[in-house]
């Protein structure tokens, strides 16, 4: 009985180490709002306490496994999902905290010092349970300050899940190897080897999803680049275009003067009417549109209306960014292009369809809110939507690279659907 608070101390860090696992890295949808999670903490001191109280081999394994269960069934949004993240989550736990710890408790017994008569927790244990809990929390925050969530789709979860029985099978092969009867040196072979895997396994599996978010992010970010090069190029060949059209005019300019003249002379100042419209129409360059007040957002807002009108999308447009004027010229094309070209993608299936563009500005920031109509609503997690292309892998980062940049000038960017329209509100420092 003294050693219950120290039991639900214990199971409560490895309970909420758990959640935390399948809320940040295998993206499960927990609702972990500040009434969920003082539920939580209710559930799991109860279950603790029953299984401290009443214990047989597995009660307090069975209490966890079902506070779990419960968890998934009141505050999670998919559920069925949402299991097989906990599985990843569970599996991941077991790789990284449990699986080192059995590894010690065969190979040096005497590290492991007993809290526990039963010696169902160590000091070891409990210390890197502690510095689990605190990581994950840091990383929580780390994840809300720069707004992002980390993505872990279908073949990481089955990934981690076989990373976890291959650590469970690696533990049993070591445990029936120190109970063979074998020589030394082969006893240190085959002990060298099923370290040796489980670190190799564990290590190229982490190195894998690292780099495989590196990747992804850096083609994103690249894509978005070459974007505002392309843009660059189609702005200088319509100026090319605007110039050799100036030069034709001036060239033609003293025939049209006397043609004016001789119309004048003659009193068909009708026919002068229509041929000075006709002129202005043939010879004078056209502004070309939108005029955002920024020179490397009209390049922007001019293509994405142009694919707009291609594709029956109304566009409009309403305020002034010439606060953007103190931001990088890539950094304003990453921001509206990979605004525009989602909500161009949400609009191309719809019927009268549209985007919105608003922009206002307050003594230090510059606002630009992008309203575009939906089909359904689209369920934000986190202020983060879920991309809806086929290829999830290689997709889904614009909106972690427009937060990014934000974050860059000292603002944010947020989402908000209400079943009706999507609505991106980009706030920087200006």
């Known amino acids: 009985m003294k050693y219950l608070p120290l039991e ?10 758990l959640i935390l696992l399948a809320q940040y890295i295998c993206s499960a949808h927990m609702d972990l709002r500040r009434r969920n999670v003082l539920l939580c903490f209710c559930v799991n001191i109860i279950g603790t306490a029953l299984a401290t109280l009443f214990p047989t081999d597995y009660s307090l394994v069975a209490c966890t496994g079902l506070e779990l269960l419960l968890t998934i069934l009141l505050f999670s949004k998919k559920r069925l999902s949402d299991l097989l993240r906990f599985l990843a989550a569970f599996a991941l736990w077991y790789a990284l905290m449990l699986t080192p710890l059995l590894f010690l408790d065969i190979l040096m017994p005497q590290i492991l010092v007993p809290i526990f008569p039963d010696h169902s927790c160590t000091w070891f244990g409990l210390i890197t349970d502690i510095l689990l809990l605190a990581a994950l929390l ?8 720069y707004q992002v969530i980390l993505h872990f789709r279908m073949g990481e979860i089955l990934g981690s899940i076989a990373l976890g029985l291959f650590a469970f099978i690696d533990v049993g092969l070591i445990l ?18 099923f370290l040796g895997a489980f670190i190799l396994s564990t290590g190229y599996f982490l190195y894998s999803v690292i780099t495989a978010r590196m990747r992804v992010y850096r083609e994103a970010l690249s894509r978005s680049q070459t974007e505002y090069l392309q843009l660059q190029m189609e702005a200088l060949q319509d100026t090319k275009e605007q110039t050799e059209q100036t030069q034709r005019m001036r060239h033609d300019l003293a025939s049209h003067m006397t043609m004016l003249q001789t119309l004048c002379q003659e009193g068909s100042y009708e026919e002068v009417r229509k041929y000075v419209e006709r002129l202005s129409q043939d010879t004078i360059p056209l502004a070309g549109g939108i005029l955002t007040g920024n020179k490397v957002a009209d390049l922007v807002v001019r293509a ?21 004027d103190t931001l990088e010229a890539p950094d304003i094309c990453g921001l509206l292009s990979n605004a525009y070209d989602n909500a161009i993608e949400a609009c191309l299936s719809q019927e009268n369809a549209y ?9 230090n920031y510059t606002v630009v809110q992008i309203v575009n109509s939906i089909e359904k609503k689209v369920s934000l997690r986190g202020n983060h939507a879920a991309t809806t292309k086929t290829d999830k892998k290689s997709h889904g980062y614009g909106i972690d690279i427009m937060k990014r940049i934000a974050y860059k000038y000292n603002g944010s960017c947020t989402l908000h659907c209400d079943g009706q329209e999507f609505s991106l509100k980009i706030v920087v420092l200006t």
């Open 138 to 145: 840091f990383l929580g925050r780390i994840l809300r300050r």
């Open 176 to 193: 029936f190897l120190y109970h063979a009867n074998v020589s030394p040196l082969t006893h240190y072979f085959f002990l060298v080897v």
């Open 8 to 17: 639900i101390a214990n199971n409560l860090m490895e309970y909420w180490s």
């Open 355 to 363: 985007i919105h563009t608003k922009v206002s500005t307050t003594r």
């Open 304 to 324: 994405k209306m142009k694919v707009c009108e291609e594709h029956g999308i109304a566009f409009t447009f309403q305020g002034s960014l010439s606060g953007f």
